[in-house]
């Protein structure tokens, strides 16, 4: 017989330890007993007669609110022990610790689980904050110690699930028969059950008869594998971005192809059990080639899994997702995109800037300062472009910044056009440099971090925020965080 382990040999812990262990009573048909007949009692009573028990509320003079509860028997006198003989649960409200204390005796005689209202001493269990799309129901608890901030992490969890999921959640009953005559295969299966999963969070209404949902779900996965495609916009980097649908893209991927720029606070919001692999494209340094990376999604969804391919900012903002679409559809491969919020707009957000203000700009162009040359473009037109009613957002422009600012100059836009440099925006290390389309000319632009180029009269209209300072030199303002 092998000998236990001493606490030094002990195995590490597959699991952070918890401060309270979450478990969902079966209460259905069971009695319930309450204590007291005040406003907190009767919420609780109400609770545990949602939850389907046979409720008992013992109180010698209940108040309105418990009086007025329909289906429970009321009692009006105080509890003895044989009330709880065969109770599953006793919830009471004490307010003095003696009458505390012997109520808990009298559970723990009987060998009920028992509650005494905000008093965590006399308390086997607690009751945390509900979101309630039964069958579906999410409790949440921080152990007393903030009881405000359980509130507002459940009226998170309740904007991000639907009102009619509870609907979706017994149609996956009906379902479950169907789908395993209709998609033998096992990842295609997966792959079915996870587009019922992405409706179910998605859909405005109730879920459509068996049959509909059955073709719905089916018909969107590669039917010899049931592999496919999202292409995620993974926005500028913080993960607070992202939108709904790419976090549930993240969640339901079997493989994660990456870019380089992509921050390790979004990757954290992906499915654990998701292989990541990096497939960053960088200017000057060695990198996936997009033929590469056109193949590797194509291997992978072959092989039946979930591809999420997440891209910095959005995908069809100079993403090349349409060369990755276009081999995809090609192959037979179903591909989707998930937008994202590209850079241009969070910086915009982060300098309090309006693109297109009507005093200063009518329109806006995105401008990419970096061919597959490694130089400007070629063939763009400079003269549309030096537009003063046009803002312009210049990205992967940090080694061609001089060049287009004395092209911008030579067409005529003034030199003193406000310029913003934005490195690294929405991240921890974000930097802005206030300077004009004369001081671009001498100014080392960083090429370390991503970094987007603002060009525009609607600039100047921006906010300075309070608590910074700026440094002049150059030409260029640098903005310090104190």
Request: aromatic residues 4%.
């Amino acid at each position: 017989m092998q000998s236990p382990r001493t606490p030094s040999e002990a195995a590490p812990a597959r699991m952070a330890p918890l401060a309270r262990l979450p478990v969902f009573l079966d209460l259905n048909g069971r009695r319930a007993i309450i204590g007291g007949g005040g406003a907190p009692a009767a919420w609780k009573a109400e609770l545990l007669a949602a939850a389907g028990a046979e409720v008992h509320v013992f109180a010698a003079e209940p108040g309105a609110e418990m009086a007025a509860l329909p289906g429970i028997a009321l009692h009006h006198r105080a509890i003895v022990p044989a009330d709880l003989e065969d109770a599953a649960i006793l919830v009471a409200d004490a307010e003095e610790d003696g009458e505390a204390a012997s109520l808990y005796a009298m559970a723990k005689a009987a060998g009920v689980p028992c509650n005494i209202i905000d008093r965590p001493t006399f308390c086997d269990f607690t009751f945390g904050a509900i979101v309630n799309r039964s069958p579906v129901v999410v409790g949440i608890t921080t152990d007393g110690a903030a009881p405000i901030l359980g509130q507002t992490i459940r009226r998170r969890i309740e904007t991000l699930l639907p009102p009619a999921l509870g609907g979706w959640t017994a149609a996956a009953k009906a379902l479950r028969g169907l789908i395993a005559k209709a998609v033998p295969d096992k990842q295609a299966r997966r792959a079915a059950w996870e587009r019922f999963a992405d409706l179910a969070i998605t859909a405005r209404g109730a879920a459509p008869g068996p049959e509909e949902l059955l073709a719905r779900i089916t018909e969107g996965t590669d039917s010899a594998t049931g592999g496919r495609v999202t292409l995620v916009g993974a926005g500028p980097g913080d993960a607070e971005l992202l939108t709904l649908k790419a976090v549930r893209a993240l969640q339901s991927a079997d493989v994660i192809l990456f870019d380089d720029l992509v921050s390790a606070e979004v990757l954290e919001l992906a499915r654990r059990e998701a292989k990541r692999m990096v497939v960053g494209k960088r200017g000057g340094r060695e990198s996936c080639s997009q033929a590469d990376i056109n193949a590797l999604m194509l291997q992978l969804a072959r092989q039946g899994k979930h591809v999420v391919r997440l891209k910095s900012g959005d995908p069809m903002i100079f993403g090349r997702a349409g060369e990755e679409i276009e081999t995809l559809e090609n192959a037979g491969i179903p591909v989707e995109v998930v937008p994202g919020i590209t850079a241009a707009l969070a910086a915009a957000s982060r300098l309090g800037v309006s693109l297109t203000h009507r005093d200063a700009a009518q329109s806006v162009r995105f401008l990419t300062g970096h061919s597959r040359k490694g130089v400007l473009p070629e063939g763009l037109d400079w003269r549309g472009l030096a537009d003063p009613a046009t803002t312009l957002m210049v990205y992967m422009g940090g080694r061609t910044a001089s060049e287009a600012a004395g092209r911008l100059i030579a067409e005529g836009l003034s030199a003193d056009t406000p310029v913003r440099i934005v490195t690294a925006v929405s991240r921890p290390n974000e930097k802005v440099e206030r300077t004009t389309l004369a001081g671009l000319l001498e100014t080392s632009v960083p090429t370390d971090d991503p970094v987007l180029i603002a060009i525009g009269r609607a600039l100047a209209l921006g906010r300075r925020e309070a608590g910074e300072t700026f440094v002049e030199g150059q030409g260029t303002q640098r903005r310090i965080r104190r």
